[in-house]
């Protein structure tokens, strides 16, 4: 950093000003310019943070940690279902640990909470009653298959939301797009086909997650408030946490109470239950939050290709982890679709840059 100077301008005012002055002898006049000007010159600058040197390095922290979070999530819960086959239930613990987390930072002050009124309310409902069912189906397929073939199955995500834009919104989308999908399609078929642990209830309920999630982007679009993201996020999760308890009452409930806590208690034990299931909502809600903060720091086109790295990076430590086999021609299908889903974030995020330049010329 250079020294800090006043401009020439200030420096003859300065000097205008007090020489005119018949009480001030010129040579007092220089002596106290010096003086000022080493005051200036000596003057510490505060120096500048390691990752305000090195911004890129921040940036790549927040990727690491939305991966290893992610990572770290997909594993424990399928661990809990191994013993603990409540994916309704478990589903409340996610969303309740998080509004807990939620609760006690507006308590603490950070962030401060943003007051909601009742037109902001009504709009954010539908986004929490597909959030609540995304993530409950979700759950339901996480218990039911391999972790590795849900997050198959849901990189087909991107399909339910180019068919809602084009049939139910009415947006023009490109046929670069569409056709992009196509690997998509065909390598979920293709895997779905030879999974060893396939059963329909874990595939129609990755389906119905997908077309949740679909819905949830339809309605943010139309929920967008002045509000921040992690305001934003705590509303929708303390809304979806209302939404859930009811059917994991009407489900898991009579369960729950007959076998399930004991049967859980009695393999791993009361302490590692309920830590379980603390660290398992915990690591929902924080890589959810980190997701949301790294999508702030980089361009959509990054945080795009981001995200279909994360679901590599899933997949892979899945199968490490639990030592799933697969046939050939699922992790052929795998990387197939992985790849589609790479292609169609690129051409959209590219679509979408254009588009901001073009408004902004």
Not at 130 to 140: D, E, F, M, P, R
Request: charged residues 15%.
């Amino acid at each position: 950093m250079g020294e800090a100077t006043p401009p020439r301008s200030a420096a003859r005012g300065l000097a205008v000003e007090e020489g005119d002055s018949p009480a001030l002898p010129r040579r007092r006049f220089l002596s106290d310019r010096g003086k000022r000007f080493r005051r200036v010159r000596d003057a510490k600058v505060a120096p500048l943070g390691f990752f305000d040197k090195y911004p890129a390095l921040l940036t790549g922290f927040f990727f690491f940690m939305w991966y290893f979070l992610n990572v770290i999530f997909n594993i424990m819960n399928k661990k809990i279902y191994n013993y603990f086959p409540y994916p309704y239930f478990v589903s409340v613990v996610h969303l309740g640990v998080g509004v807990v987390y939620c609760l006690i930072s507006w308590a603490v002050g950070l962030p401060k909470r943003a007051p909601i009124d009742s037109n902001q309310l009504k709009l954010l409902i539908p986004v929490a009653v597909c959030h609540a069912l995304g993530h409950v189906t979700s759950n339901v397929s996480f218990a039911a298959v391999a972790v590795s073939f849900t997050h198959t199955i849901k990189a087909l995500e991107p399909f339910f939301n180019a068919s809602a834009s084009q049939f139910i919104l009415g947006q023009s989308i490109p046929l670069s797009l569409w056709l992009s999908l196509a690997p998509v399609v065909l390598g979920v078929s293709m895997a779905s086909l030879t999974e060893l642990s396939f059963n329909w209830t874990g595939f129609i309920s990755a389906m119905i997650s997908n077309i949740s999630f679909t819905y949830r982007s339809i309605y943010s679009k139309k929920a967008m408030t002045d509000m921040d993201s992690t305001n934003l996020y705590a509303y929708i999760s303390i809304i979806a946490l209302i939404v859930c308890i009811p059917p994991a009452l009407i489900v898991e409930g009579p369960q729950l109470i007959k076998y399930g806590f004991n049967d859980a208690i009695a393999k791993v034990g009361l302490v590692k239950f309920v830590s379980d299931l603390f660290w398992v909502g915990l690591f929902y809600h924080l890589y959810n939050q980190l997701a949301t903060n790294t999508l702030e720091r980089v361009a959509p086109l990054t945080h795009a290709v981001g995200n279909v790295l994360k679901r590599v990076f899933v997949i892979g430590f899945s199968i490490l982890v639990f030592g799933n086999k697969i046939s050939s021609q699922t992790g052929i299908g795998t990387a197939i679709a992985i790849a589609g889903v790479a292609i169609y974030s690129y051409i959209k995020a590219k679509i979408e840059e254009e588009k901001r330049q073009g408004k902004a010329a």
